[in-house]
């Protein structure tokens, strides 16, 4: 029974111990047990030897299982703990680029300011000399001097 999966070991195991008189107050030889059955302990002795070595397997299979819970624990926390620190890193790289944009971006918003206000008197003084022209060109018309 060495490939008996551990449901059907413990299903075994339970169906054996149930199937004496076992409860509060009583215990069962393995003796009592083959003379009431009028069978002899080679019987009883090959069962307990499969449950034995049935037991032993789980038992090392269980033992595999911690061991290899226990290097998956360690890999995860190792993973966990590098990906924290990348993250840390970018999160600081992203913070410095933020900070560098902002300033390039106050910077970009004075420059704008003062070519807006340069465009604005060349163009006020442009839309002045029309005006003045156009008035000079009115008094010629009409001779109003």
Known sequence: ?????????????????????????????????VK?????????????????ATTEHIQRDVNDLKIEVRGLRADLKSEVTSLRADLKDEVTSLR??????????????????????????LLFSGLLTVFLGVLGMLVKIFNVV
């Open 1 to 33: 029974m060495p490939g008996l999966p551990i449901a059907g070991a413990v299903s075994i195991v339970s169906t054996h111990i149930l199937g004496g008189s076992f409860g509060p107050g009583k215990t069962i030889r393995a003796s009592d047990r």
């Open 36 to 52: 009431r059955r009028g069978g002899d302990n080679r019987g009883l002795e090959a069962r307990v030897a499969k449950l034995e």
């Open 96 to 121: 410095a680029d933020q900070a560098s944009l902002r300033a390039d971006l106050k910077m970009e918003i004075t420059n704008l300011r003062a070519e807006s206000r340069a465009d604005f008197r």
